[in-house]
C-alpha cells in the first residue's frame, strides 16, 4: 500500500499537473474510500481501523485538494518550491489591481439582477483565463514561480464571486 506521506497526485495515480480529469478524479476517490474504509477492517480489531480511518481522512484530504483547481495549483506549486503564502504576499500586478477597483465599484453601484448577472458573467470569464493561464504555467511552461500570482488572483476571483452572489441571492 502507498504511503500515507505519498503526495497527493501519487496518492490517487494521476499525473501531478494542472489539468485533470474529473471523472478519473471522483472516480479514483470512490475506489480509494472503498479499499480503505473501516467497516472492512472490523474484524482485525480496533487498530486496523484506526489506521483505516487515517487513510480514509488523508483520501478525502486529497480528493478535496485535487477536485478543485485552486486548491490543486496552490498544491502544484508547494510541491514545486513556490508557496503561495497569500497571507504574507499580497503583491498583484497593476493591472489586476485595476480590474479589481473596477470590478468593486460596479459591484457596489449595481442594485439589479441583470448588472449582476452581468459581472457576474465578466468575472467567471476572467476565472476561466486564469486556470487555462495556470494550466499553461504549471504544465507547458513548469514555471510555479509566475504561477503563484495566478494562483492570488484565482483566489481573489473566488472571494468575490462570492461577494456577486451573496448580493444577488438578497436581491432575489
Not at 452581468?118 to 507547458?140: G, S, T
Request: net charge negative; with cysteine.
Amino acid at each position: 500500500m502507498i504511503s500515507l506521506q505519498a503526495n497527493d497526485f501519487e496518492l490517487f495515480d494521476v499525473p501531478a499537473q494542472f489539468a485533470q480529469d474529473r471523472a478519473q478524479l471522483d472516480a479514483c476517490w470512490k475506489a480509494l474510500q472503498r479499499e480503505a474504509h473501516p467497516d472492512r477492517f472490523a474484524a482485525e480489531g480496533v487498530a486496523a481501523q484506526r489506521v483505516a480511518m487515517q487513510w480514509s481522512v488523508r483520501i478525502n484530504e486529497a480528493y478535496q485538494r485535487l477536485k478543485d483547481p485552486l486548491k490543486r495549483a496552490a498544491y502544484l506549486c508547494e510541491l514545486q518550491g513556490a508557496p503561495v503564502q497569500a497571507e504574507n504576499n499580497t503583491a498583484m500586478p497593476a493591472s489586476f489591481l485595476m480590474q479589481q477597483m473596477a470590478w468593486r465599484e460596479s459591484l457596489d453601484d449595481t442594485d439589479s439582477a441583470e448588472g449582476l448577472d452581468a459581472l457576474a458573467d465578466e468575472v467567471a470569464a476572467e476565472q476561466r483565463r486564469v486556470q487555462q493561464e495556470l494550466a499553461h504555467l504549471l504544465d507547458v511552461s513548469k514555471d510555479p514561480v509566475l504561477a503563484v500570482g495566478q494562483v492570488r488572483a484565482l483566489m481573489f476571483i473566488e472571494r468575490f464571486t462570492q461577494e456577486v452572489n451573496a448580493k444577488l441571492d438578497r436581491l432575489t
